[in-house]
C-alpha cells in the first residue's frame, strides 16, 4: 500500500465527514487507507464511524492527546507513506498522490513533507515555522511589545516557495512522512499531550541527516478554529496552559539541562507580560500566573 492516511478526532465530526468525503473524491492513482482514532468523542463520531466503510475506525477510549492518538494509528497502518491529517481540513485536488510523486522523487533524504495551507478564503495561512529557541521569548514578551508601544514592530513577511524549499518543521495538520524515517526516528513523543510534538519530532529527523520540505502544489485548506469545540469555560486558558506546558517539554528534550534549569527559572518572569493583555479576565491572569510558578514541574 503506498500511503496511510492516520485522522484524531476528537469532537470534530462536523468537519471530519466533509474530510473523508474531500479525501475520497480527489485522492486517485494510488493505493491507499484511512485510519481514524476517536479520542473518546461525545459528539456522535462512535456511532457514526464506526459504520463507515471508507475507513479503518480505532477507538481509543479516552482523550490521548495528538501525538499519542497519531501512534496508535500509526500502528495499525500498512502503507509505505504515512499521511498526518488534521480532521478540519478539505483537499481540493490529489494532494495525497501530488506529495507521494514529489516524495519519491525527492533527491536527498526526506523527513517530513507538507505544503502550503490555505483558509476557506484561498488566503495561504501558518504552513511551517522555525525550531523554537528559548531566546525567542525575550523577542516574544519583552522587545516585541516595546517595540510595537514604539510603532517600530513590523511583522516580517513569510517566505512560500514556487516549488518547494526547506524549512525548519512543517505544521503537524499535514504531515507527510515516509515509514521507513518513522522506524529510524521514531514517531510522535508521548510525552506531549498537545502542542510542539511535530516540533520535536521533526528536530529529530533533522539530526538525523533529513530534510524536511515545504511544497507548492497541494491543495490543501485548514479550517482553524472551527474544530476543536469541546465545551471548555475557559478555552483560552486551557489552551495557554498546555501549550505552555508542552513548550517546557520541548525545552527539557531538545536543550543541554542546565540551560533548561536557568530558562525555567527566568520565563515565568518574562511572563509577567500576560498582565497588560486585555483579552484575558482577572481571573484567567492569576490562574496562569499560579500555573507557572506552581503546577508545572521541572
Known amino acids: 500500500m503506498d500511503v496511510s492516511v492516520i485522522i484524531v478526532n476528537y469532537n470534530t465530526l462536523h468537519v471530519l465527514l466533509p474530510c473523508l468525503d474531500s479525501i475520497m473524491e480527489h485522492t486517485g492513482g494510488i493505493s491507499f487507507e484511512i485510519i481514524v482514532v476517536d479520542n473518546g468523542s461525545t459528539d456522535g463520531s462512535a456511532e457514526t464511524l464506526s459504520k463507515d466503510e471508507r475507513i479503518r475506525f480505532v477507538q481509543a477510549g479516552s482523550n490521548l492527546g495528538f501525538g499519542k492518538a497519531n501512534n496508535l494509528g500509526l500502528t495499525l497502518a500498512r502503507g509505505e507513506y504515512i499521511f498526518f491529517l488534521n480532521s ?23 523527513g517530513a513533507l ?67 524515517v518513522l522506524d529510524e526516528c521514531g514517531a510522535f513523543n508521548p510525552a506531549f499531550f498537545m502542542y510542539y510534538e511535530e516540533s520535536e519530532m521533526e ?49 527539557k528534550l531538545t536543550e543541554p539541562r542546565i540551560k533548561y534549569y536557568i530558562y525555567r527559572i527566568i520565563h515565568p518572569i518574562l511572563r509577567q507580560t500576560v498582565w497588560f493583555n486585555p483579552n484575558i479576565s482577572m481571573g484567567d491572569k492569576w490562574k496562569l500566573v499560579k500555573q507557572l510558578f506552581v503546577s508545572i514541574k521541572l
Not at 485536488?93 to 519519491?104: E, T, W
Not at 476557506?120 to 521569548?137: A, L, N, T, V, W
Not at 476543536?228 to 469555560?233: A, L, T, W
Request: charged share 25%; with cysteine.
Open 88 to 110: 478540519d481540513t478539505l483537499l481540493g485536488n490529489n494532494a495525497i498522490g501530488i506529495m507521494l510523486g514529489f516524495a519519491r522523487q525527492y533527491k536527498g533524504r526526506l
Open 203 to 251: 528536530l529529530r529527523f533533522c539530526r538525523k541527516g533529513y530534510d524536511n520540505v515545504l511544497m507548492d502544489g497541494p491543495a490543501i485548506i485548514h479550517l482553524e478554529g472551527e474544530g476543536g469545540k469541546d465545551g471548555c469555560s475557559s478555552r483560552f486558558l486551557r489552551d495557554n496552559i498546555r501549550q505552555q506546558k508542552s513548550e517546557y517539554i520541548y525545552y
Open 114 to 180: 507538507g505544503c502550503i495551507l490555505q483558509d476557506r478564503q484561498g488566503e495561504r495561512i501558518h504552513s511551517y515555522g522555525k525550531f523554537p529557541r528559548m531566546r525567542d521569548d525575550f523577542r516574544k514578551y519583552i522587545l516585541t511589545p516595546i517595540q510595537k508601544g514604539l510603532h517600530m514592530y513590523h511583522q516580517p513577511a513569510t517566505a512560500y516557495p514556487d516549488k518547494w524549499m526547506k524549512v525548519d518543521y512543517v505544521t503537524g495538520a499535514d504531515l507527510f512522512v515516509s515509514r521507513k
